[in-house]
């Protein structure tokens, strides 16, 4: 086993996490919980969604976040786009880098956005094209990579097929999502292994959901096959709110902590982190799926 | 990566999660509990512990749960002994196997037994060799074998004195144990390769705890080097009741979902273990630290 030394996280909790709560978070409290986040040493927040504000009312400010975060050098600032209607308003925004995303899954894909993989990457191709011309950077998230609700399982195939439509389009770097938390070690081994064959592990980022408390042990199989970047939610924002760690994204602090315990450099500070979640979570309704902030509360109650 | 094609389960929640829960189970619950993880396939099952009841009251019952317990074949019923009386106790219930317990820390053993390390392995020796003159098979349980909350660090050399001294007064497995859940796949990884180097991989057992989300990357790490039995508490009992996930020993049912999705054989059904799960939920306040069961929950709420 030879790991990364150093390892990139993506930071998508205010976005990705923000958008699966059931809440809307006021956008100063957003603006300051980012603050912190990029105070515990975070590098790249993926800061908010240029969706309709009809599908997604959480992130509807997001031109107000933007405006109201101020940039610090050395950090990318990045926002999903939808479209080039999304595309328009980012760039108004002055966003870093652009997040495309498109679902392994077809039906998946025609629930999530009403039309088949094929068309969403032929629409999406002009959408990074006028982003790379604008001088922008482009990141492509893949969904329900590791199986899917409604179709099961998804062969490897189609995810090369849509990662290398992805690529050529212009981007950066893919996120590759087990979107349901389905994923397990061997798996992830086996699908990683078989992307490399074509795709520099450089280029891939591995998006786990905790939903059945694996997201870790497929970070160390990932680790193994030397990816080196990883998304994770501070909070482990996401979840559902009733069953505390059951679904939501991969805590970016329990994350850390399994990244720093191994001896890999992330520049992140745990325990700011954790204060950033405390900070952020009577937001959210109270509850976070983190074990790194439980272990902090226990603390302070003196249990 | 080679992985054991089979792996025992030790099923140590009525014993060890019952132990850490704030209430009392009835006895015939439990035993209606105990029934049901049976029929899930668990063929090894810490049934109780013949500790005096003014130490664990939610254990007083020992007695009469081996009593009402009908006893199958093939299983092995098991049950935790301090000293030379609890070995009566558990010679009279008819246990098949006693298990020993050791702290590597010693600070943590004078707090636990209120004795050192050294004495509590000179007055184990007699129970040992009584509980094998009986024709009973031993089991010897170390804690805190990656950190202690009051030592800190627990060297491989101490751990490797404690267990060879368990190996020679006639113990049959190790059950090493990560009591606070400090541990890490490297830190695991280093702790056993070493400890193999004078013990069998057959001899030793993982005790892993879910406090930092790490349980089941540790578990993996393990496998990696070969380790064949692993303890779980059904339900992920004995967690914290207000931090859900937080504390606990390893939830069987998440354990068994790993292994099976690696292709290891376990013969537990993952469904009847959730089930089971769910029988014993409203006896202990209604919160289970299982990712299995909320899944199993959210299905149930249409979520």
């Not at 990683?192 to 450089?202: A, N």
């Not at 924002?237 to 602090?253: H, V």
Request: neutral net charge; charged residues 20%; proline residues 5%.
């Amino acid at each position: 086993m030879t790991f990364p030394q150093k390892v990139g996280i993506r930071e998508v909790g205010p976005r990705d996490g923000l958008q699966n709560e059931s809440v809307i978070v006021p956008t100063r409290r957003k603006v300051e919980w980012m603050e912190k986040l990029l105070d515990a040493g975070i590098r790249y927040l993926e800061v908010s969604s240029f969706v309709s504000p009809k599908w997604i009312p959480a992130l509807a400010d997001a031109e107000d976040v933007f405006r109201m975060l101020p940039k610090r050098t050395g950090v990318t600032y990045a926002a999903l786009v939808p479209n080039a209607k999304g595309l328009e308003r980012a760039l108004q925004a002055d966003v870093d880098e652009v997040s495309l995303f498109v679902s392994a899954s077809d039906t998946h894909n025609r629930r999530n956005v009403n039309r088949p993989v094929e068309q969403s990457l032929r629409e999406l191709r002009p959408v990074a094209e006028e982003a790379l011309a604008a001088g922008k950077s482009v990141r492509g998230y893949i969904s329900m990579v590791f199986g899917c609700p409604y179709e099961g399982k998804i062969s490897i195939g189609t995810v090369e097929r849509t990662a290398h439509a992805l690529l050529d389009m212009g981007v950066r770097e893919l996120s590759l999502g087990d979107t349901i938390g389905i994923a397990h070690p061997r798996q992830v081994t086996r699908v990683i292994r078989q992307l490399k064959t074509t795709i520099p592990s450089g280029k891939m980022a591995l998006h786990f959901h905790n939903t059945r408390g694996l997201a870790l042990a497929n970070t160390m199989a990932a680790l193994e096959q030397n990816i080196q970047f990883f998304d994770g939610a501070a909070g482990g924002l996401g979840g559902c709110p009733y069953a505390q760690g059951a679904a939501g994204n991969i805590a970016t602090e329990d994350l850390v902590y399994l990244l720093e315990q191994s001896g890999i450099q992330t520049g992140i500070n745990v325990n700011q982190l954790v204060q950033a979640a405390g900070f952020i979570k009577p937001h959210i309704g109270g509850r976070l799926s983190s074990f790194q902030a439980s272990l902090n509360e226990e603390g302070e109650d003196g249990a």
